[in-house]
């Protein structure tokens, strides 16, 4: 006979009600009574899965609101609309909620009920180490962290391919303005950038690479750093941003300086965001295809050990008039 949540009731010395919440993640239980009740459920063979039959799973779609808010980076509203139409395929709700380290995000996680995790861009180790507590299959979009199944831009080759690319094109001293250096993504970047350095045999230049300061709107921030730059006794010809925010701002702080894009320095950005598309000069820029990682992130937490749990996804450099006027 199949086990009924009957047993696993009986089993783990509670009510049916409170075994329902338990495997339905609903409101109301200790985070120690509802692991008890899921390691009970998992060792008689309970199948939770005939529990959730009657509804549509759920998928909560995590951003943090200081480093991945849609109004200061576009790059999360495309990667949304990934998620939203691998949903649709799978016949799945998506629900929002931007968080920060501060907030109450377990309680916030139990009033959407999730049946499943997807959490983009930069998070704290804590947070990620509190949501994974919560025992529900769970994936990370441009982060890694752990044994946390993720997907990813190839931040390492892009980086190298920004790089190269500015080299090939005459430049001698080809600087890199960097966001946080918490965000894996932004240290695979400077990998590639020092690589492709180090391979053209030129000595990396610690003043080169420069860190936007905390604390500060992304735009104010890589303004700031494109200022240090400026301020050097030999100033970059080039510089790679580590996203075209990023690069825009440091396009019109060179711009203020008097300095001529391309002709008296190059900009490469990395994303491929339309607003780099349109500036003036448009930003040459490494394409990421973020609809694509929503859509592979849906899959990654639906099919869990059954893929990689690292993944990459290519990156395309596309030329445009800050390197090639």
């Avoid at 025992?135 to 391919?161: C, H, K, R, T, W």
Wanted: proline share 6%; aromatic share 6%.
């Amino acid at each position: 006979m199949p086990v009924t949540i009957r047993d696993v009731a009986e089993a783990s010395g509670v009510s049916i009600s409170t075994v329902s919440r338990a495997l339905k993640n609903q409101r109301g239980l200790s985070d120690e009574t509802r692991r008890m009740i899921r390691q009970v459920a998992r060792d008689i063979g309970y199948n939770a899965a005939r529990l959730r039959g009657a509804k549509a799973r759920q998928l909560a779609f995590m951003v943090h609101r200081q480093h991945s808010h849609f109004s200061t980076n576009p790059f999360f509203s495309d990667v949304l609309h990934g998620v939203e139409e691998a949903c649709r395929r799978f016949g799945i709700v998506p629900t929002l909620l931007t968080c920060g380290p501060t907030d109450p995000i377990r309680e916030q996680l139990r009033m959407h009920e999730p049946d499943m995790i997807l959490a983009a861009g930069y998070f704290e180790s804590e947070v990620l180490q509190m949501v994974a507590g919560l025992e529900l299959p769970i994936a990370l979009i441009d982060f890694s962290q752990g044994d946390l199944p993720s997907v990813n831009p190839d931040n390492a080759v892009g980086g190298y391919m920004a790089t190269r690319h500015l080299l090939d094109i005459g430049r001698k001293r080809v600087a890199y303005i960097a966001g946080s250096l918490a965000h894996v993504s932004i240290l695979e970047r400077a990998q590639g950038y020092r690589r492709a350095l180090f391979e053209a045999g030129i000595l990396a230049d610690p003043e080169l690479e420069v860190v936007a300061p905390t604390g500060q709107l992304h735009d104010l921030g890589a303004s700031a750093a494109m200022q240090q730059l400026l301020r050097l006794r030999r100033p970059p010809d080039a510089v790679f941003a580590y996203n075209d925010a990023a690069a825009l701002a440091a396009l019109r702080t060179c711009r203020q300086a008097g300095l001529s894009v391309p002709g008296d320095i190059a900009i490469v950005g990395f994303d491929d965001t339309l607003a780099a598309a349109q500036s003036d000069p448009p930003i040459t820029t490494l394409r990421v295809d973020r609809q694509e990682l929503g859509r592979f992130g849906v899959e990654l937490v639906l099919q869990g050990s059954s893929m990689p749990r690292l993944n990459t996804l290519p990156v395309e450099l596309i030329v445009r008039a800050s390197t090639s006027g």
